[in-house]
């Protein structure tokens, strides 16, 4: 894969310039459209940026966020066919002022939700990338792209970034600011970064936050790592339990304390909460495309959004009431480890682009609006990557950025 | 004031039929629009809406919310001149669904903060409506339109709501979702209705909300009030000094338990944490027009804009731990008493149209996410109306909005 600071060290380092590293990027991304077709347009015009942190980085931006310069179709072209919004969204606006090119508009399903674009997993083209950040995965895991921006509601960053063995962090609740982007459920959409390594992931994310600290120390201790199951989501595939097992094994022998945690039924029921939060949310949220443009919703957010009707708001009251209970009791948790150990996703990639995958091993902690990195490790077979998640407290994306880089690099020694 | 439910009373009862009711509304507005200034844009095409709670009454909504047929100009012609949205928001869906009609967009302070329309206080031309839904809020207090959505991120509803002599209620956070409502702090910004009464606001917000437990019950229990002067807020005038003792005294006849509470200093920290987190949300909400169309930024919210700029992460992160602290410690406050009664505003509105007033006395509740609601029931010298705020516990609109019409009685007994 791309590293943001490998481009950078070497724009430094007088081995290429900001504006070749940028072509360099497009044509990478060029050179593999056609088979993994990650980009709904890409920037015809680009160009290296203003001088700062990412001057000479050319960053995805999945087409469901704002951009002025760009038309933003939200993967539904039928409702939102050659929009134009005015004005960039906040996460836009710090990636320009942060010195950053956009490379292009990825693709998305429709809304974010789960009607699948035509992008092709970089490492199996019969397989799905995953969703709905699936451009921003593809294009990062495909080694064309340094950096990209997908969001999470359910599971739209981890799972698509283990399918496609990239990077990613689904950063704490709002640490980085949603306005201009389309909103599916204003509780847990989250904006999330794709890329090449875990200091880059940190890297991008100080930069686009102006958060220092959230660069990563050089070393410290191991971490105290806690391996949960999720027996509430139900069963993992055997790669699923395979790549988590050999993540706790490697993270062990690399002398971090690792050992399993239960959780108990409040987690079940926060986890069950997730659904009906989401769903409540996103009848709202796209009341005007159901109730104007119904026959223009694509069929899967359409079946959603019809059965979301049936919720009232009782049943959503109680389930906000749920989570915020489980947010207290997440603090339990973490009395005596740094981090948890989980699934990124159920196993490899499904095959064929219909399916997007299965978000539920994510839902809890977007819920939670606890940071999340994916790390990959481990391939199945048909060449599948397969990664790990882990995550950390609210408000601790330093935390769980740390901890992942010592998960990563015990894998690479193993 | 026209009345939500006297309207929907004659149109029942056959004494009119919905589409004369609308077109009442709209010739009423024509009549005082010279006047008062309260519409960027009225619906020259305004027909009653299909069946529904709200069939009848043409509601106006600030022009900082998305509709699909009107342009949506944020009080900022200047950058979203003719600036027409796809879709509508959330909230005016719900109020098409509920049949209302859209009577036009009201006037509002550029992008919700500080710079003025040329709206005019109808009780006084010479004065200001307040803001920032300033025409939502002058409007409704001619008594040319029974009903108007307006926003509300320190104080920009009860304030103008106090100042024109229109009930208002500014809902807990998020009771109404904000999706398609400019953005201006996401922690903040909520949505809030202007009525003639408090038996239309419980309406109207029971229609547009589905909640139908917010209707309120016939009788009930004289409520018991807490008086709280905000000291840390500074004082208020000598009349808003007067209308909140005349409240209290009321109340206190007409068999309210009424007793002074003493807020300690750590609600005054949040106080000051509401305004740190304001502003720096603002910078990264306003971040496109900031960087792309700094000229064009009107002059008042520009000036809030440069100061947000010296805004650094650790202070906006310290004042949402004071947040999340003194939203805890709110709850003890409510140990013993069913709502608080305390200034809508500092005293009646200030002459001139240049500043929209002081929305000192409503920070805190809104940095709580406690439904207020304006009770009018005072005036002052030059025919200025001064209301008073009642304030519950998050979550408990149903028991401000009963605590409101208690006062509200107990006034009109006087």
Redesign the interface.
């Known amino acids: 894969m791309m590293s943001v600071l490998d481009i950078l060290r070497r724009i430094e380092g007088g081995e290429t310039t900001a504006e070749n590293a940028i072509r360099a990027t497009m044509e990478a991304i060029a050179s593999k459209e056609d088979e993994i077709r990650a980009f709904a347009r890409a920037n015809a015009d680009a160009r290296a940026g203003a001088a700062g942190p990412l001057c000479g980085i050319a960053i995805g931006v999945k087409d469901i966020i704002d951009t ?1 310069d760009f038309v933003t179709e939200m993967g539904c072209p039928a ?2 066919g050659g ?1 134009q919004p ?5 996460i ?3 990636l ?2 942060a010195g950053a090119t956009i490379a292009g508009k990825t693709k998305t399903t429709a809304f974010a939700a789960s009607d699948a674009p035509d992008t092709r997993n970089p490492h199996n083209l019969a397989h799905t990338p995953g969703g709905s950040s699936s451009g921003s995965a593809a294009a990062v895991g495909a080694g064309v792209l340094p950096l990209a921006l997908g969001t999470q509601t359910a599971g739209s960053v981890i799972r698509p970034a283990s399918f496609c063995g990239a990077y990613a962090i689904k950063p704490s609740y ?1 640490l980085i ?4 982007v389309k ?1 599916f459920s ?1 509780s847990l959409d989250t904006l999330g970064l794709f890329a090449g390594g875990i200091a880059d992931l940190a890297y991008g994310l100080a930069a686009l ?3 220092g600290d959230l660069k990563l120390a050089a070393a410290g201790n191991a971490p105290r790592i806690g391996v949960v199951a999720q027996y509430f989501a139900g069963d993992p595939d055997p790669d699923g339990q395979a790549a988590l097992d050999r993540a706790a094994q490697a993270a062990e022998r690399a002398g971090a304390t690792v050992r399993t945690i239960a959780l108990s039924d409040i987690f079940g029921q926060a986890w069950r909460a997730q659904h009906i939060i989401q769903t409540f ?1 996103a009848k ?2 796209f ?3 159901y ?2 443009r119904y026959h223009d919703v694509p069929p899967g957010i359409r079946r959603t959004l019809d059965s979301a009707q049936k919720i ?2 009782a049943a959503y ?1 109680d389930a906000r009431r749920i989570a915020h209970r489980v947010r207290r009791a997440m603090n339990d948790v973490f009395a005596d480890i740094d981090v948890l150990l989980t699934f990124s996703a159920p196993g490899p990639a499904p095959s064929g682009l219909d399916s997007t995958g299965d978000a539920k091993f994510n839902r809890l902690w977007t819920l939670m609006g606890m940071p999340c990195v994916n790390v990959p490790g481990y391939v199945a077979s048909g060449n599948l990557p397969v990664g790990v998640q882990i995550v950390a407290p609210f ?1 601790q994306d330093d935390r769980a950025l740390y901890a992942a880089r010592f998960v990563d690099e015990a894998l690479k020694k193993l």
């Open positions: 002025a409702i939102y929009w005015r004005g960039d969204a906040a836009v606006t710090a320009k002022q709002r600011p949603t306005v201009g909103c204003w936050t102006g958060r949310e709202h949220a009341g005007w495309e109730s104007e009232e708001p009251d408000g």
